[in-house]
């Protein structure tokens, strides 16, 4: 089928269960991802060693051999092995390999207290620090059962929507790079700086802010907040139209996307696939849409999803939800109320310093909060954010103290990593390499 | 077409009578406590029960409780995408021989999520297609997330102590 004669990608306005009952919108069903269960498997680096080793023994071997793709390599994304056999340019199976960039996050959050802990994890998926903090954020706030003032919520959602196009611009970037479209990593990068600078003026720090704390925001808006990001919004839009104007149409881009690296809805929902990579196969899960969080509802937004699950679907998916992203921090922007930045619970948050002089509460909480830090009570929450790479949830263990007991980030890189040796099987390594890119994993946050 | 918990954990509980050790709601979301053998069962009817349809295993992941019996902890979270609801299921598994059964066949998602709960707790996972470590190497001696396992195993140096530390090295003593 060309490209002409694919269908468009379509826009779901909201995903209810009464969209479901018309004919756009069909979740799969168990069946068939049970189906498609059975017929899956993940090998590990072992397996396709030992796989391997017994075929060259028995004589049956055809060629094939096992080579390294990684840990360094240009076109891994990061510090990813990749253990292929290959015969000739074919990839008969791989296994990946991880954990090069495990520095043991999930167990330092352990030892320090839950304000103290938000600095670790702006570096799981860094390229979308405000994200991570925020889905932290929202998990402690659950465990508490704090209230978030509005001019903090539509904040949050504003920022969570800059850092998709963040992190969106350096897969656009990253990709195309590894496809060989070098202009357009640099025109993406040059959009990034816009975005690093204004992260730098709200928080101090251009990647790791830190910004999205348990209670609300670290500090209050500046003065050139509305401008900066007004100019910045205005602007991307043609920008993203250059993007298209290099990618969409290109033959180039259409040969080595178009067909390649194929998974279907019920392949992506066995293996846990979530995101643009399964919205790419139909599937219309948004988990701003079906749980909603920092009022999301509110907003007014479309769920796009595409037909065929391939490389070149995932990449228009995305490019549509870049425009998504302008359009709800435009929104944000917009309705941006006046009010505090933070929850006025001051068990959780900290009195203002003036208040301190003539207050003993004010100084006791401000005291307590410093040497201490709050106490949530006992019980566990799992809370989930729309990350640009999938549903990031992140679980929070409390055990009455000030310290959480345990905190796991539900990486969805790490579980999307899990359906690259089913997409390359019996393909080339060539589309190895366009497959991987489309499906934007994240190293720091696959291995924590 | 909206699932509440209170019917899903009739359901569960009709069919699944005995395998319910216990339930708890916290800040609106349902955990049910398992027998560890009756995982699998639990999973797969939370999958393919036609009112129910948790087709999302999002989540899977370790915790210990240390000075609690069962020590250890494996909680599973279920998504059903039709009705936009989620459920906790939490099984237990002792300090002395850690064992679950695996669900990786049934849902290959779980392959990956169960090696790290192996390699960072030591949990054995019956069943499981190849239980190789992840993220520590290979031949990473103990289980690194243990709450008996030290977050650092060498001091940090600083100019300070920078003298004193290299002094204990190995290489020192030449």
């Known amino acids: 089928m060309s490209v002409a004669q694919r269908p468009a990608p379509q826009l779901h306005a909201g995903v209810s269960a009464t ?18 269960a059975r017929q899956i498997t993940v090998p590990s680096p072992r397996q396709v060693i030992e796989a391997n080793a017994r075929r060259a023994q028995s004589g049956t071997l055809d060629e094939s051999m096992v080579l390294n793709m990684g840990p360094q390599h240009p076109s891994t994304h990061g510090v990813l092995r990749l253990v292929v056999e290959l015969a000739g340019e074919t990839v008969v199976q791989l296994a990946p390999d991880v954990g090069f960039l495990h520095t043991g996050i999930e167990k330092t959050m352990e030892a320090k207290n839950y304000q103290k802990a938000v600095v670790l994890t702006d570096r799981t998926d860094y390229l979308g620090p405000m994200i991570n903090n925020l889905v932290y954020a929202l998990a402690v706030e659950q465990l508490l059962d704090c209230q978030i003032p509005p001019r903090a919520q539509v904040a949050r959602v504003l920022f969570s929507e800059l850092t ?10 990253t990709h195309a790079l590894d496809l060989a479209a070098m202009s357009v990593f640099l025109y993406a990068f040059r959009e990034r700086e816009m975005l690093l600078d204004i992260f730098e003026l709200t928080s101090g720090a251009r990647m790791m802010t830190s910004y999205i704390r348990p209670g609300g925001l670290a500090y209050d808006l500046p003065v050139e907040f509305k401008p900066t990001v007004q100019h910045f919004l205005s602007l991307m839009p043609s920008r993203i139209d250059e993007y298209e104007a290099l990618l969409t149409e290109n033959p180039i881009w259409k040969e080595r996307t178009v067909g390649v690296g194929i998974l279907n809805a019920a392949d992506a929902l066995a293996l846990g696939v979530t995101g643009a990579n399964l919205r790419a196969a139909g599937v219309p899960y ?48 917009d309705n941006l ?26 100084l006791i909480h401000h005291f307590k909060l410093w040497t201490e830090g709050f106490k949530p009570p006992v ?4 809370v989930t954010v729309e990350s640009g790479r999938g549903e990031l949830g992140c679980y929070v263990v409390s055990d009455g103290s000030n310290k959480p007991w345990r905190c796991h980030f539900r990486a969805p890189s790490f ?23 489309s499906l934007d994993p994240v190293l720091g946050e696959v291995d924590r | 077409m909206a699932l509440e918990n209170a019917a899903v954990l009739e359901r569960v509980q009709a069919r699944f009578g005995q395998a319910v050790l216990g339930t708890g709601e916290f800040r609106g979301t349902l955990a049910l406590q398992l027998r560890p053998d009756t995982l699998p069962d639990v999973a797969a009817f939370l999958r393919e029960d036609p009112e129910l349809q948790y087709i999302l295993l999002a989540n899977v992941c370790g915790v210990d409780y240390l000075g609690r019996e069962p020590r250890f902890e494996v909680v599973y979270h279920f998504t059903s995408l039709m009705h936009n609801h989620r459920i906790a299921l939490k099984v237990g598994a002792d300090e002395d021989d850690p064992r679950v059964p695996s669900i990786a066949r049934e849902f290959p998602t779980a ?9 960072m707790f030591g949990i054995i996972f019956d069943g499981h297609p190849d239980l190789q470590r992840i993220l520590m190497p290979e031949d990473w001696d103990g289980f ?26 190995p290489y020192a003593k030449e």
């Open chain 1, 286 to 333: 948004d988990v701003r849409k079906a749980f909603p969080y920092s009022g999301y509802e509110n907003y007014d937004f479309q769920v796009i999803t595409a037909q065929n699950g391939d490389v070149y679907d995932r990449y228009l998916v995305r490019i549509a939800e870049m425009r998504e992203a302008v359009n709800i921090a435009q929104q944000a922007l």
């Open chain 1, 379 to 382: 019980g566990d929450a799992y």
């Open chain 1, 19 to 36: 969209d479901v009952a018309t004919a756009n919108i069909r979740y799969p069903s168990s069946a068939e991802v049970v189906a498609a």
């Open chain 2, 111 to 119: 392959t990956f999520q169960e090696r790290e709960v192996y390699d």
């Open chain 1, 337 to 362: 109320p006046d009010g505090p930045y933070a929850t006025s619970d001051r068990k959780i948050w900290p009195p203002p310093k003036e208040e301190i002089t003539h207050s003993m509460e004010s």
């Open chain 1, 164 to 173: 998709r196009i963040n992190s969106y611009l350096v897969w656009l970037g």
């Open chain 1, 415 to 437: 579980i999307t990593l899990q359906a690259v040796p089913h997409m390359s099987k019996g393909n080339l390594i060539a589309d190895l390499v366009a497959s991987l890119a």
């Open chain 2, 144 to 169: 690194p997330q243990r709450k008996t396992e030290p977050l650092v195993y060498e001091e940090v140096a600083f100019t300070f102590n920078h003298d004193e530390i290299d002094a204990q090295k």
